[in-house]
């Protein structure tokens, strides 16, 4: 009984251990460079457009915010993903960029 209740705590901090649960980072790496993303991102910001992630001004705080974003840029530009596809995108970011819990 004692091990039921522990796990059942412990499942939040599972959850927040990883923001993007059904996201798969390598899925969402291989959509962002299908779309482009690095071409838009170094016309706002030079270089390779990583910067974009990681400038101390980034409009992007938290996780919710991530996918807003991506969601914003899946709609200007038409790249057609579903949210689980934003997902993936999100899962990839998080993983090499914000790091968010």
């Known amino acids: 009984m004692r091990i039921a209740i522990a796990a ?5 901090l ?4 990883e923001p993007y649960p059904k ?9 962002a460079a299908a779309a ?7 016309e706002r910001v030079g270089g390779d457009g990583s910067r974009m992630y990681t400038r101390p ?3 992007v705080k ?12 899946n709609t200007q ?3 057609g993903w579903f949210p689980e596809d934003e997902e993936h995108v999100a899962a990839f970011l998080n993983r090499d960029y914000y790091r968010f819990k």
């Open 8 to 12: 059942l705590l412990a499942l939040p």
């Open 14 to 17: 599972l959850a927040a251990a």
């Open 23 to 31: 996201g798969d980072p390598v899925v969402g790496r291989k959509l």
């Open 36 to 42: 482009d993303c690095a071409k838009c991102h170094s």
């Open 57 to 59: 001004e980034r409009k």
């Open 62 to 73: 938290n996780p919710r915010q991530l996918l807003t974003q991506i969601g914003v840029c």
């Open 77 to 79: 530009l038409n790249t």
